[in-house]
């Protein structure tokens, strides 16, 4: 079972920066993606940036600019810079990834979540 724990939250004035970190242990099968994603206070969770394994990175316009996401492959590991923090990002931030199965049916694809954690900026 993989499982993922994240580090690196806080709290941050607005205009600071924050580095996420994400560990995977127990990644068996291929990883397809591995991403970020938050969720406000009342809010639906919302990718913020991911990096497949295959493929272009993309971020949500909202943060381009400001974040960075990288992959250190060998670790399984993925982090997330963030500068120029804002107050609307205020989240708790999760750790996605997605892993590629050959089943029966062809490939499949499992998701695995971190536990979240919690960025806050203040004005």
């Known amino acids: 079972q993989v499982q993922l724990v994240e580090s690196g939250g806080g709290s941050v004035r607005a205009g600071g920066s924050l580095r996420l970190s994400c560990a995977a242990s127990g990644v068996i099968f291929r990883i397809k993606t591995m991403g970020w994603y938050r969720q406000a206070q009342g809010k639906q969770r919302e990718l913020v940036a991911a990096i497949p394994t295959d493929g272009d990175t993309n971020y949500a316009d909202s943060v381009k600019g400001r974040f960075t996401i990288s992959r250190d492959t060998a670790n399984n590991a993925v982090y997330l810079a963030m500068n120029s923090l804002k107050p609307e990002d205020t989240a708790a931030y999760y750790c996605?990834?997605?892993?590629?199965?050959?089943?029966?049916?062809?490939?499949?694809?499992?998701?695995?979540w971190g536990r979240g954690t919690q960025v806050t900026v203040s004005s």
């Open positions: 996605k990834v997605t892993t590629t199965e050959v089943g029966l049916q062809g490939l499949v694809d499992y998701d695995f």
